[in-house]
């Protein structure tokens, strides 16, 4: 299915193997559990440890993923699967890491503000337990910060240029302003490096970015995997 807004191609995989099963009911930490489901799968879909070119990604979450590090660690009885660790739960970790890194910097007071709420414990303000709750916030803060190095770097121009630079933002596209003004903004960045509030500020917008463009990576996905 071609978008024909972004020129983004969906990649609709084939309901075999390349689809997680449903959840196990019981401890996802049981390894002979695992062992047991791997080997049937091995068994059922003919592979032999002789010829191990085919591969099957495997380990929908963290623990299911070191269980199989594990077994595979212990013999070579599963050279067919790849540990796979999800764009998920990376992103989460990565949420979880810049709260932890930031918060004493005013990432905290910033989602405050954002939210409209007196919560200082960050897990209730970003909500890391529902993903997209999160996501969905670190997108909240990430323009606040765009729109303040943006504001920052107008006022720092002279009258007619900070005109015309608001101007083109609201008259021209995204390209046509970005390649028109990217060198004098990277050139105002590079001048405040000895303002370290601003520079802790721009490192923290960077964090902010890394975790949508991993959320934007999650869905464009294509026949390659992610």
């Not at 010829?51 to 929908?60: A, S, T």
Request: include cysteine.
């Amino acid at each position: 299915v071609q978008s024909i807004e972004f020129g983004f191609t969906k990649f609709n995989p084939p309901p075999t193997l390349t689809r997680h099963p449903t959840p196990y009911e019981g401890k996802d930490d049981d390894k002979q559990r695992l062992e047991f489901v791997l080997t049937d799968l091995v068994t059922k879909l003919g592979f032999s440890e002789a010829n191990n070119d085919d591969k099957i990604l495997c380990g929908p979450d963290h623990k299911i993923g070191a269980n199989l590090i594990s077994l595979k660690r212990k013999d070579e009885k599963f050279p067919h699967f790849i540990v796979e660790m999800p764009c998920l739960h990376f992103r989460k970790s990565i949420i979880g890491t810049l709260f932890s890194a930031y918060k004493d910097v005013g990432i905290i007071q910033i989602l405050q503000y954002a939210r409209k709420q007196e919560e200082s414990e960050w897990e209730q303000l970003i909500k890391p337990a529902h993903i997209d709750i999160a996501t969905k916030n670190i997108r909240r803060l990430s323009s606040i910060l765009h729109l303040s190095l943006i504001l920052a770097f107008a006022t720092s121009l002279p009258v007619d240029q900070e005109v015309e630079l608001l101007s083109d933002i609201e008259n021209l596209s995204c390209l046509n302003v970005a390649s028109k003004w990217d060198e004098p903004l990277q050139q105002f960045i590079e001048k405040a490096h000895n303002n370290y509030t601003f520079q802790v500020h721009i490192d923290m917008m960077k964090h902010l970015d890394l975790i949508l463009a991993l959320h934007l990576a999650e869905r464009l996905v294509g026949p390659e995997g992610h």
